[in-house]
């Protein structure tokens, strides 16, 4: 997977297709046409993920801000991406110049999205402790992007082990809150070069929180993989939409992204050519007002202003009482050659 250049933006459509293949494929294309490099689905069905049990274990906690009190199996029969939807809504993202990949969440999806030559697989956050899952896809020797939700940093090593083990050869942490929606508060985005020394790997950002600035922010620490939910229109409903970007929230996310990798540039670089009229109009010393030789250089006929062109204005204490050595007019930038010896 590339990391070259500006970090990936991926658009994950999850069930912001709110049961409609046409509406899935409609953000396919909106994603496109706002920049984003990679679209991303999920492979599962509401039976290879849970069980169809109503007891308390299986119901989302009664004070959810989204999603409180439905059962697992009610909540992910809604969201999931149909299996049948898979091949048309990678083959519209590759025809848009996307990459078009998914995250598995069993061993039957991942033997599904191989038929399919997925280029890359992500492991959603809460899989992160499901080892047998991660060394699985790592045996396809695709890259493998593994969230880290929820995760200690203990369980992130068993992770990467895992992966490691399975052959995976590029790896890509991604800093994640799996809250929905997520706070600022809560985002702890000094984990991305934390973990990129931990483990000698890339890292990025999945990020669930309203708007764009964490993920820019995420980019200036080093992410080179953004991941944002992505929806036609908010007010359209649907379980992932609260915290969903539209289509033109997604173009002021890829540049800005590109705009925060640009901007990293050097630490060796300090004035750039980029500054060069800037440094023509530094302040220095010049005559401001007309003087003749033998005149004393005073504060009435010498100041520091700009432009640059004459002495700096540090030398105007070894400058004054010194006469001219001749006339000059205002405007005249000051010079030793100006100046007689004292």
């Given at each position: ?67 409180g ?104 942490l ?46 200036a ?6 991941e ?32 925060a ?47 640059a ?25 000051v ?8």
């Open positions: 997977m590339t990391t070259t250049g500006s970090p990936m933006v991926i658009a994950e459509i999850s069930g912001n297709h709110n049961g409609s293949l046409e509406r899935a494929l409609d953000i396919v294309r909106a994603a496109g046409g706002a920049g984003a490099h990679a679209v991303k689905i999920q492979t599962y069905t509401a039976d290879t993920i849970t069980l169809n049990v109503d007891a308390p274990a299986f119901r989302v906690s009664d004070g959810h801000e989204l999603w009190n439905r059962t697992l199996h009610d909540l992910y029969a809604e969201a999931h991406t149909p299996w049948e939807w898979h091949q048309p809504i990678f083959e519209l993202a590759r025809e848009l110049g996307m990459v078009a990949f998914s995250t598995p969440f069993d061993e039957t999806a991942v033997d599904f999205l191989e038929e399919l030559d997925v280029p890359l697989y992500k492991i959603a956050s809460l899989e992160i402790v499901d080892l047998p899952l991660i060394e699985r896809v790592a045996q396809t020797g695709k890259p493998v992007l593994l969230s880290t939700g929820t995760a200690t940093v203990a369980e992130i090593a068993a992770a990467v082990d895992a992966a490691r083990a399975g052959g995976c050869a590029d790896l890509t991604l800093v994640c809150t799996s809250s929905y929606p997520a706070s600022p508060d809560d985002a702890h985005l000094r984990r991305i070069p934390v973990l990129a020394d931990l483990f000698g790997v890339k890292v990025g950002l999945s990020d669930h929180t309203l708007g764009t600035g964490v993920s820019i922010a995420a980019v620490l080093g992410a080179t993989v953004i944002k939910h992505v929806t036609l229109s908010r007010a359209d409903g649907g379980v992932d939409s609260a915290f969903s970007l539209e289509p033109d929230e997604v173009k002021q996310l890829v540049d800005g992204c590109d705009a990798h640009r901007a990293l540039g050097s630490a060796s670089v300090w004035a750039t050519a980029a500054e060069a009229e800037s440094l023509r109009l530094r302040p220095s010393l010049y005559v401001t007002a007309d003087v003749r030789a033998g005149d004393i250089a005073t504060p009435e006929n010498i100041r520091s202003v700009r432009p062109g004459g002495l700096p204005p540090a030398a105007i204490a070894q400058v004054m009482g010194r006469a001219f050595t001749r006339q000059a007019s205002a405007g005249t930038p010079s030793w050659s100006l100046l007689e010896e004292p």
